[in-house]
């Protein structure tokens, strides 16, 4: 009988000793709280600018940012051009890509101050109501847009991409690396797969890119 109160005693003091640990784990210090109320956050630090000096659309900004700005909202907020959209601001839809000293990138995903010195083109950069890039004559000509918010993203991604395929950058579907890419509609498709449409006219985007290309429908 002693053996089991014995073995009974050992029991209730190992659940006890274990309460107490898992206690003593989940509420921290009292020093410790009032260290954690005082710790200085990254958010309560005041922000860190720098100059950027970059061309946009044929003009030269010199422009104070915070060194934690995006391309795209410098774009938007700062300097205007709010032809390029904010869409997901993850880089998976497209709607804010612009052209980089002559490459397409996701200005969402894209830091300003990366970009000191370089040449960026817009939607405004590529032509006016007056005047239409052809790319974007060719949009309205085949009715290459419904709502149009991830239009100019669309247009400025079709623009580099045909310049792509001309200075043969190959892609995930060019069949022959070493003759390079053919101007097929499989080729365009496969480029244009990171401009998301929600309307659904990626057929009369295909349609105005190949008019643009000069290939023969």
Do not use: W
Not at 83 to 108: E, F, L, P, Y
Request: net charge negative; proline share 5%.
């Amino acid at each position: 009988m002693n053996d089991i109160n014995d073995i009974n005693q050992v029991r209730r003091d190992l659940l006890i000793a274990g309460a107490v640990t898992a206690t003593a784990a989940a509420v921290p210090s009292v020093a410790g709280a009032q260290a954690a109320q005082t710790a200085v956050r990254p958010a309560d630090l005041p922000p860190q600018t720098a100059k950027v000096t970059l061309t946009v659309n044929g003009q030269q900004q010199a422009v104070d940012v915070d060194t934690r700005t995006t391309l795209l909202d410098l774009l938007r907020e700062q300097l205007h051009f709010t032809g390029t959209k904010k869409g997901c601001d993850h880089g998976q839809c497209g709607a804010c890509t612009v052209m980089v000293d002559g490459r397409r990138i996701n200005s969402c995903l894209s830091l300003a101050v990366m970009h000191e010195g370089s040449q960026v083109t817009t939607i405004e950069g590529l032509g006016t109501p007056e005047k239409l890039h052809p790319m974007q004559a060719a949009f309205v000509k085949h009715d290459g847009y419904q709502c149009g918010y991830c239009t100019p993203g669309q247009i400025c991604s079709a623009v580099a991409a045909l310049d792509e395929i001309k200075k043969g950058i190959p892609s995930h579907v060019t069949v022959d690396l070493v003759k390079g890419p053919l101007l097929t509609e499989a080729e365009i498709r496969e480029r244009m797969s990171g401009n998301i449409c929600r309307c659904g006219a990626y057929s009369n985007i295909v349609d105005a890119i190949v008019e643009v290309s000069g290939r023969p429908a």
